[in-house]
């Protein structure tokens, strides 16, 4: 058309199927099959290149091209379906470069054309379509070619596509009608189980109506925009009913207030989604979150390794294998106060025929010096404890206690089940197939504690005696909960009988006058710390055996055979 109507164009080499006059300046503007963008004078007989557009994963045809009155340029894909936006209404282009921005998916077709009447107002004006809620400056309204669905598409209220327990729609045309607009209350699909913290994993539980797709975006850098690379859930199967799905938090994330965008969709788009634009069916919801940065013991991708012997005051055997765990802790921080805590860890292994608890101590001892998180410090109401993924009802911040001390396991016999043949769990040769057991817990502070007075790093992690079980001579007719076990050197906490320190003829020379505790006359522990994750002695067999360095590094305090941990013997 242009070669018939421009003789010499021929020689441009133009690749254009569709083409569109600019309302106001009649210059002509068309966008080849790589994103091209050329403004063409039919007067004087020119093209010019404008800028290559981003559009995505498109190829091939845009066959069909339209203006509206206020010189906003639409083109859409043959393949794709996809109907792309660039702001043209400043015309000619001059000192500025225009952007393109997913407006809506239409039709896929190998022949496409369209066409519209540029003074056709385009709004919305019922209720059939749903929008997002994130403010300003995220790209939410219509006039921005916000997110937007329309969710029954068929008309007849039937096989809709949701999350939560409903969907509705509003008329958000323009900024201003989306900052008069209160929030979606049908944005109810989403729950936000653990803290979004920098470098951490974070589990969300999502409720679809029916078998469905959903992608997700979290603007982590909270600078108004969701951007492609924080799209953090592309395309991920829903199952009709709660979904648990993991999202990595970045190590760069900043804390602070920010806001995630979720769409829902039946998995029949031909190409990815973005965070804008329109899509036939499904919902759009937008959360406001608040994200942490953090600081993580011992690293962000890294666990230490707690191991226990259980016959404390006595020796015992001395295989360190009776209560075994992998275990991180992170302090949430805004600024320069901590705000809470996440503990996570996994029970790896129990070789005891007692029965142990095991609990953690909001306390840290640093020299002389102890910083604690008091009981009443805690937001209890809000703490969050999962095992497995599964979310666990039961209140974990002991009672009666001054100190905050977080109960994760009341019997860790509980939680497990033994293999076949197998008298342990996972402590024994051949004993190690079934599967371990995870945990984490989230602990929010009532208020912001300054980090110089805030407990970090390995905490205070201990095991203690259950109730209703044998747990050795020395403890009938006594409670179970006041017998523990704590890492060398460090002081049990007030629920602790501490005239178990001076009984007859045990191993133990706690001296709790000098802060010496849980300790042998030679220096040895009842409760080690190993940083890394750490292949634990097989039942029965001695700990100074399987680590024939260990009693080194142990009555050293440390000084000596620090990679003792790596000389595994049996």
Same mark, same amino acid.
Request: with cysteine; glycine share 8%.
């Given at each position: 058309?242009?070669?018939?109507?421009?003789?010499?164009?021929?020689? #441009?080499?133009?690749?254009?199927?569709?083409?569109?006059?600019?309302?106001?300046?009649?210059?002509?503007?068309?966008?080849?099959?790589?994103?091209?963008?050329?403004?063409?004078?039919?007067?004087?007989?020119?093209?010019?290149?404008?800028?290559?557009?981003?559009?995505? *994963?498109?190829?091939?045809?845009?066959?069909?091209?339209?203006?509206?009155?206020?010189?906003?340029?639409?083109?859409?894909?043959?393949?794709?379906?996809?109907?792309?936006?660039?702001?043209?209404?400043?015309?000619?282009?001059?000192?500025?470069?225009?952007?393109?921005?997913?407006?809506?998916?239409?039709?896929?077709?190998?022949?496409?054309?369209?066409?519209?009447?540029?003074?056709?107002?385009?709004? !919305?004006?019922?209720?059939?379509?749903?929008?997002?809620?994130?403010?300003?400056?995220?790209?939410?309204?219509?006039? $921005?070619?916000?997110?937007?669905?329309?969710?029954?598409?068929?008309?007849?209220?039937?096989?809709?596509?949701?999350?939560?327990?409903?969907?509705?729609?509003?008329?958000?045309?323009?900024?201003?009608?989306?900052?008069?607009?209160?929030?979606?209350?049908?944005?109810?699909?989403?729950?936000?189980?653990?803290?979004?913290?920098?470098?951490?994993?974070?589990?969300?539980?999502?409720?679809?109506?029916?078998?469905?797709?959903?992608?997700? #975006? %979290?603007?982590?850098?909270?600078?108004?925009?969701?951007?492609?690379?924080?799209?953090?859930?592309?395309?991920?199967?829903?199952?009709?009913?709660?979904?648990?799905?993991?999202?990595? !938090?970045?190590?760069?994330?900043?804390?602070? $207030?920010?806001?995630?965008?979720?769409?829902?969709?039946?998995?029949?788009?031909?190409?990815?989604?973005?965070?804008?634009?329109?899509?036939?069916?499904?919902?759009?919801?937008?959360?406001?979150?608040?994200?942490?940065?953090?600081?993580?013991?011992?690293?962000?991708?890294?666990?230490?390794?707690?191991?226990?012997?259980?016959?404390?005051?006595?020796?015992? =055997?001395? =295989?360190?294998?009776?209560?075994?765990?992998?275990?991180?802790? *992170?302090?949430?921080?805004?600024?320069?106060?901590?705000?809470?805590?996440?503990?996570?860890?996994?029970?790896?292994?129990?070789?005891?025929?007692?029965?142990?608890?095991?609990?953690?101590?909001?306390?840290? +001892?640093?020299?002389?010096?102890?910083?604690?998180?008091?009981?009443?410090?805690?937001?209890?109401?809000?703490?969050?404890?999962?095992?497995?993924?599964?979310?666990?009802?039961?209140?974990?911040?002991?009672?009666?206690?001054?100190?905050?001390?977080?109960?994760?396991?009341?019997?860790?016999?509980?939680?497990?089940?033994?293999?076949?043949?197998?008298?342990?769990?996972?402590?024994?040769? =051949?004993?190690?197939?079934?599967?371990?057991?995870?945990?984490?817990? +989230?602990?929010?502070?009532?208020?912001?504690?300054?980090?110089?007075?805030?407990?970090?790093?390995?905490?205070?992690?201990?095991?203690?005696?259950?109730?209703?079980?044998?747990?050795?001579?020395?403890?009938?007719?006594?409670?179970?909960?006041?017998?523990?076990?704590?890492?060398?050197?460090?002081?049990?906490?007030?629920? %602790?009988?501490?005239?178990? %320190?001076?009984?007859?003829?045990?191993?133990?020379?706690?001296?709790?006058?000098?802060?010496?505790? %849980?300790?042998?006359?030679?220096?040895?522990? #009842?409760?080690?710390?190993?940083?890394?994750?750490?292949?634990?002695?097989?039942?029965? !067999?001695?700990?100074?055996?399987?680590? =024939?360095?260990?009693?080194?590094?142990?009555?050293?305090?440390?000084? $000596?055979?620090? $990679?003792?941990?790596?000389?595994?013997?049996?």
């Amino acid at each position: 058309i242009i070669a018939n109507l421009m003789p010499g164009t021929v020689n #441009w080499k133009l690749g254009i199927y569709d083409f569109a006059f600019h309302p106001q300046s009649n210059l002509l503007y068309a966008v080849e099959s790589n994103g091209d963008l050329h403004e063409i004078d039919v007067d004087a007989n020119t093209s010019k290149f404008i800028t290559q557009l981003d559009i995505g *994963t498109d190829t091939g045809a845009f066959g069909a091209a339209y203006f509206d009155i206020n010189g906003q340029f639409y083109f859409s894909n043959n393949r794709s379906g996809k109907i792309h936006k660039v702001d043209l209404s400043t015309s000619p282009v001059v000192d500025y470069t225009p952007v393109a921005n997913v407006f809506t998916s239409g039709p896929k077709s190998s022949q496409n054309d369209g066409a519209r009447c540029a003074i056709a107002e385009v709004k !919305v004006t019922d209720s059939s379509i749903d929008f997002g809620d994130a403010p300003l400056p995220y790209r939410t309204s219509l006039a $921005q070619s916000g997110a937007r669905h329309l969710f029954d598409p068929n008309s007849d209220n039937t096989n809709l596509i949701y999350l939560g327990a409903t969907v509705d729609g509003e008329n958000i045309n323009t900024d201003s009608e989306l900052a008069s607009n209160p929030v979606d209350a049908s944005d109810d699909g989403v729950s936000f189980v653990t803290a979004f913290s920098a470098g951490q994993s974070s589990q969300i539980i999502v409720n679809a109506s029916a078998g469905s797709y959903l992608y997700a #975006w %979290f603007d982590w850098d909270q600078n108004g925009v969701f951007s492609e690379a924080e799209r953090m859930v592309t395309k991920t199967v829903l199952n009709k009913g709660d979904n648990s799905i993991l999202v990595d !938090v970045p190590n760069n994330t900043k804390s602070g $207030q920010t806001w995630a965008r979720f769409r829902v969709t039946d998995g029949t788009e031909a190409s990815l989604i973005t965070a804008t634009g329109g899509v036939l069916g499904g919902e759009v919801e937008d959360y406001e979150i608040t994200t942490f940065a953090s600081a993580v013991y011992p690293g962000e991708s890294d666990w230490v390794t707690l191991a226990y012997e259980d016959k404390w005051p006595f020796a015992g =055997d001395y =295989d360190f294998n009776d209560v075994v765990l992998n275990y991180r802790t *992170t302090q949430l921080i805004e600024g320069s106060n901590v705000v809470g805590y996440r503990i996570e860890g996994q029970l790896i292994g129990i070789g005891a025929t007692y029965h142990n608890g095991f609990a953690v101590s909001l306390k840290e +001892t640093v020299g002389s010096n102890t910083l604690t998180v008091l009981r009443s410090e805690v937001d209890e109401e809000n703490i969050t404890y999962l095992i497995d993924g599964q979310l666990q009802n039961k209140q974990v911040l002991e009672t009666g206690r001054e100190n905050a001390i977080l109960i994760f396991m009341q019997d860790t016999w509980e939680h497990v089940t033994t293999q076949t043949g197998c008298s342990y769990f996972r402590t024994q040769k =051949d004993c190690d197939v079934n599967t371990k057991v995870s945990f984490s817990m +989230t602990i929010p502070l009532k208020a912001p504690k300054a980090k110089s007075v805030s407990p970090g790093t390995l905490l205070d992690p201990f095991i203690f005696a259950s109730e209703g079980f044998y747990h050795g001579d020395f403890l009938v007719g006594k409670e179970a909960r006041s017998w523990e076990v704590h890492m060398k050197n460090q002081q049990p906490t007030a629920a %602790f009988d501490t005239a178990l %320190f001076k009984y007859a003829q045990s191993d133990d020379v706690s001296e709790p006058s000098s802060n010496l505790y %849980f300790q042998t006359e030679n220096g040895l522990p #009842w409760a080690i710390e190993v940083g890394t994750q750490w292949l634990h002695p097989l039942e029965g !067999v001695d700990i100074t055996t399987a680590y =024939d360095r260990f009693a080194g590094f142990a009555e050293s305090s440390g000084q $000596q055979n620090s $990679q003792w941990f790596k000389n595994y013997n049996v």
